[in-house]
């Protein structure tokens, strides 16, 4: 095979047909840190090619492309690859919209649309049947099947009618825990074609894909789009492999993509959470219709199943993970939330993530099994959230900011009663009387030599409702932290003053 390269954001690389935007906000050297590092996959025979993109809020930053993508040229963002069971997140979106509109709930069960699960012995007595619920958090019991359920795609409605009828084995009791299961996301997809009068493909097609204008997403081969062949390693050498075509199991994997069409179904789902701290008044943006609601997205995006030992990714086993609906969702210490998902095909591996705080994301494809691709992804996207500040918290309340001021009166006027009950709800005299208080903020104040009038020099949140800052002293730092009540009057539940070192000059 000859290798080529094609790339966005490295010098020197020559840019496809329809360019992303410039990267104005994300490091030239990290890109093309990123770029290298799928390029010496790529080198080292990892796969005939790898591809990659780099999106925000905004669009696609920059991509790349390396290798042979089958035809002897070098992959673009418009190469299509299968994404495997980056597929699972179009399926959950199809349940939701249609639960959306009333004609489904996500805790019936799967026999209410799929009979033929009534033949499936269940694995206790008293075990319940799996609900479309468990089915989209892959807690409904079932063992994981990668390699068996790769290869059954095209298989016809009435032949997994007949596999349901077999019966099938339990690893657990529905609704105990989280095994990955694609039969579960096959079972989905017969409930969106029974739900919606439509094949599973038509009704993801035409009620997501194409008002989302994701014109290189299909579930076969798109019209008019290069394509990257599927490859595996033999004795010698790279052999092509079929595409299997669709079928039952369409819903666990089906769908072929391009960069620039997963990178913008992930920016659409991580837009879910544009503007939403609750102390913005801007809603969940999204140009254009959204098929959709913001909410949805975000509870697609929300760890509903722990995953013991994290998403097993390297470097990641000690990140705490779970399992939303069609996504893993993980918690970094620094970035907070981070949403991925992968896909692995005969001849395929596809991979995507973004943080929900900031939206930057990656998508990475390679056309070769068991690549690994999302190996890398999660690198070059720890590139990216480490060259970039960490996300601002929410901002605090406006009702948090006038609770501060009155403290700062509280304090200045020696602790008054009549004025502490204005300010705290009866707990904090509780928990503490104002006596001890009184003299306990005196001291305080004494020891830092604190001007209250001054602006604080620090401030710190762990929410909205929380406030923590530091008057400045001709001695110390005076540290002041409040936190509210969950009611509407913003009274202080939680009041602490102490003196702290100033730092040296």
């Given at each position: ?23 104005d ?63 699972k ?42 609900t ?9 019991g ?71 204008g ?26 092509r ?8 199991f ?28 609750v102390?913005?008044?801007?809603a ?67 991979h ?12 990475a ?5 068991g690549a ?28 948090t ?37 009184r ?67």
């Open positions: 095979m000859t290798s080529a390269s094609s790339s966005d954001a490295a010098p020197g690389g020559a840019a496809s047909a329809r360019a992303p935007r410039p990267a906000r994300l490091p030239a050297d990290v890109l093309s840190r990123i770029d290298d590092l799928f390029r010496q996959r790529v080198e080292r025979g990892v796969a005939p090619s790898s591809a990659w993109g780099v999106f925000d809020r905004q669009g696609l930053v920059a991509s790349g492309g390396h290798g042979d993508r089958g035809d002897g040229r070098a992959p673009d963002h418009d190469t299509a690859y299968r994404i495997a069971s980056c597929t997140s179009v399926t959950a979106a199809a349940l939701l919209l249609l639960a959306e509109r009333g004609l489904l709930d996500l805790d019936d069960p799967v026999t209410a649309f799929v009979p033929a699960f009534a033949s499936v012995a269940l694995p206790r007595p008293d075990a319940p049947v799996p479309l619920r468990m089915l989209l958090t892959m807690s409904a079932f063992p994981t099947d990668d390699p068996w359920a790769d290869r059954q795609e095209s298989l016809s409605d009435d032949a997994f009618d007949g596999v349901l009828r077999g019966g099938l084995l339990f690893d657990r009791v529905p609704g105990t825990g989280f095994a990955y299961s694609n039969l579960g996301y096959a079972l989905l997809g017969r409930v969106v074609a029974r739900v919606s009068g439509r094949p599973y493909q038509r009704f993801a097609t035409e009620e997501l894909l194409d008002p989302l994701l014109t290189r997403t299909a579930f076969t081969a798109p019209d008019g789009a290069a394509l990257a062949s599927g490859y595996r390693s033999g004795p010698d050498g790279w052999e492999l079929p595409f299997s075509g669709p079928g039952a369409s819903s666990i994997g089906g769908l072929f993509s391009t960069v620039t069409d997963l990178a913008a179904w992930a920016r659409f789902l991580a837009a879910a959470f544009d503007g939403i701290g102390g913005t008044t801007g969940a943006a999204w140009s254009g219709s959204a098929p959709l609601s913001a909410a949805d997205r975000r509870a697609m995006q929300q760890a509903s199943r722990t995953i013991a030992g994290g998403t097993g990714l390297p470097g990641l086993r000690d990140r705490p993970a779970g399992y939303g609906f069609g996504l893993f969702v993980e918690q970094d210490p620094v970035v907070g939330t981070i949403v991925s998902h992968s896909g692995g095909y005969p001849g395929f591996s596809a995507m993530r973004w943080s929900t705080a900031d939206g930057v994301g990656v998508v494809f390679e056309n070769a099994t690994r691709v999302p190996m890398a992804a999660t690198e070059a996207h720890d590139l990216l959230l480490s060259a970039r500040p960490a996300p601002p918290a929410d901002p605090v309340l406006d009702v900011r006038r609770a501060q001021a009155a403290v700062t009166r509280l304090l200045a006027d020696g602790f008054p009663d009549d004025l502490a009950d204005a300010v705290c709800t009866p707990n904090v005299a509780m928990d503490v009387p104002y006596e001890r208080r003299a306990a903020v005196r001291e305080a104040l004494s020891a830092s030599g604190a001007d209250l009038a001054a602006r604080p020099v620090r401030e710190e949140t762990r929410s909205p409702t929380h406030l923590v800052w530091w008057h400045p002293g001709s001695t110390g730092l005076l540290r002041v932290e409040i936190r509210l009540a969950p009611i509407a009057a913003g009274l202080v539940q939680t009041l602490t003053v102490r003196v702290e070192d100033a730092p040296p000059v």
